[in-house]
DNA sequence: CGATGCCTTGAGACTGTTCAAATTAGGTGG
DNA sequence: CCACCTAATTTGAACAGTCTCAAGGCATCG
């Protein structure tokens, strides 16, 4: 995995300049912190913190109810800046906690401002950025609200490993994936009982190998068939299995 | 109604200066379109359109998958200013739908650019309603995945009622709901035979009255209690019902 | 070696779905 | 204004998917 992922997508999405790429860098060791596994980086209610970048490690953003549900909206991997223009409201209205130990860097509000005023391109980018992992939050709503368990889940698996292949992250067809059964059923919206039925199902139909924290898409075409997966809302510079190209140099041309 | 509910609302929210309020009006009205009930504005995959302005009417985006499922992601109400920087991607990700006849005005890129450029203040109300708009589908995820139907119901009614509100569109307790059960359903992720057995229920147990196309929220405490709502999310100026200030002014100092 | 956290299994209950039909409401032409 | 047509809501009954609760197995870590 490179030293910054952020840059790396960047980088492919647009045509950043050295000095941007740069000040990126240099914005991303500045103030790094480290949190243990299952801790808060903030919590609802909090007045809002500083955006982070995300530099190893997952987390994730999540509600809690009342009753001690809890709904993770979205998943968030190395590279990832979150919560980008959180100075905008009084009172941050979710959390976000660490999956794995995990490394970020903290940018303030003043030092993106600063970035983006000098490097538009590089600005470009982030916005492009922040556009993803909002259209990443809306394509849940349509998996969780119109999937059944079976597919949803191996959606919920087939983007992970898509966004993580677009990081250099996932090996040949397998990946890393550092989570708790817990973790994933609050992700997709199930329980853990059920979701552990569906992952042995996926498994046994060939479709999926899950051992030591280690997810291996056996069969991609399956996994993409299963599901109707249309990789299109990732916006990826590569193909995204569904054949037809997206994203990258061919969006600035608009 | 305001003349221009988006005005309006960023005008409570930041200090718009009369000029930026000017420039936004105008922009409003430099090429206002109608669209007829169940058209689409576009489509997923069509090439990015330009943002659109609700004027009048209701919208909604959504997504279908292969089988004719549907799922909508978020209601837009007059106001919403909606996929603003969404020349960013080379193809669009979902699709949008007149919900009721519609007007809306269409804004070019480089208008908005002009208009972010000279109006500081105004650009950061439109990041802040985009900011808003995609916390509010962060909310959906969460209600679709954690609640189940009886609430998720109650929830999303009192949210909308909430965010008509917010633009005026409320009269006392109630507000048009001009919907169908359908849509609805498409919307909170159910079965619209079961969301109609569901809003039977809500009615018989005095929580709402609806008929003709109008709600009425008749316990607005009742709603609140039944789905544990907290409205932190949707960022109004004003109370929303949780009994703790947000949004607004204070959210500019920090 | 015991404790803890996580994954797995089982059986029964319940929420929400499916399919099909009946009723009501709304709109249009005669 | 009525007759008709279509779209929308409502009802019923059987079914399936997912949940609940409870317990067992297996690691890992102190």
Same mark, same amino acid.
């Given at each position: 995995?490179?030293?910054?992922?952020?840059?790396?997508?960047?980088?492919?999405?647009?045509?950043?300049?050295?000095?941007?790429?740069?000040?990126?860098?240099?914005?991303?060791?500045?103030?790094?912190?480290?949190?243990?596994?299952?801790?808060?980086?903030?919590?609802?209610?909090?007045?809002?913190?500083?955006?982070?970048? #995300?530099?190893?490690?997952?987390?994730?953003?999540?509600?809690?109810?009342?009753?001690?549900?809890?709904? %993770?909206?979205?998943?968030?991997?190395?590279?990832? #800046?979150?919560?980008?223009?959180?100075?905008?409201?009084?009172?941050?209205?979710?959390?976000?906690?660490?999956?794995?130990?995990?490394?970020?860097?903290?940018?303030?509000?003043?030092?993106?401002?600063?970035?983006?005023?000098?490097?538009?391109?590089?600005?470009?980018? #982030?916005?492009?950025?922040?556009?993803?992992?909002?259209? %990443?939050?809306?394509?849940?709503?349509?998996?969780?609200?119109?999937?059944?368990?079976?597919?949803?889940?191996?959606?919920?698996?087939?983007?992970?490993?898509?966004?993580?292949?677009? %990081?250099?992250?996932?090996?040949?067809?397998?990946?890393?994936?550092?989570?708790?059964?817990?973790?994933?059923?609050?992700?997709?919206?199930?329980?853990?009982?059920? @979701?552990?039925?569906?992952?042995?199902?996926?498994?046994?139909?060939?479709?999926?190998?899950?051992?030591?924290?280690?997810?291996? %898409?056996?069969?991609?075409?399956?996994?993409?068939?299963?599901?109707?997966?249309?990789?299109?809302? @990732?916006?990826?510079?590569?193909?995204?299995?569904?054949?037809?190209?997206?994203?990258?140099?061919?969006? @600035?041309?608009?």
């Amino acid at each position: 995995m490179p030293l910054n992922p952020l840059v790396e997508r960047l980088r492919r999405f647009t045509n950043i300049s050295r000095e941007g790429e740069q000040a990126l860098l240099e914005l991303s060791q500045r103030d790094v912190r480290e949190y243990d596994r299952h801790t808060d980086l903030f919590k609802e209610g909090d007045k809002p913190p500083c955006a982070h970048l #995300l530099l190893d490690g997952w987390a994730a953003r999540y509600k809690s109810l009342e009753d001690g549900r809890q709904q %993770i909206s979205a998943f968030l991997i190395p590279g990832d #800046l979150f919560d980008l223009k959180v100075y905008l409201v009084s009172e941050m209205d979710h959390s976000v906690k660490a999956l794995t130990p995990i490394k970020t860097a903290l940018i303030q509000k003043d030092e993106i401002d600063a970035l983006m005023d000098e490097y538009p391109e590089t600005a470009k980018g #982030l916005f492009w950025q922040q556009m993803v992992l909002s259209a %990443i939050e809306r394509e849940w709503v349509v998996n969780i609200g119109r999937r059944r368990a079976y597919e949803r889940v191996a959606h919920w698996l087939y983007e992970i490993y898509l966004r993580l292949r677009d %990081i250099g992250a996932t090996d040949g067809n397998s990946c890393r994936l550092p989570v708790t059964q817990r973790d994933l059923a609050d992700a997709v919206g199930l329980t853990p009982v059920h @979701l552990n039925r569906v992952l042995q199902q996926l498994r046994h139909d060939g479709l999926i190998e899950l051992d030591q924290g280690r997810l291996v %898409i056996v069969d991609p075409d399956a996994v993409r068939g299963a599901t109707c997966f249309d990789g299109t809302y @990732l916006h990826l510079g590569a193909d995204d299995g569904s054949g037809r190209p997206t994203g990258a140099a061919s969006a @600035l041309r608009a």
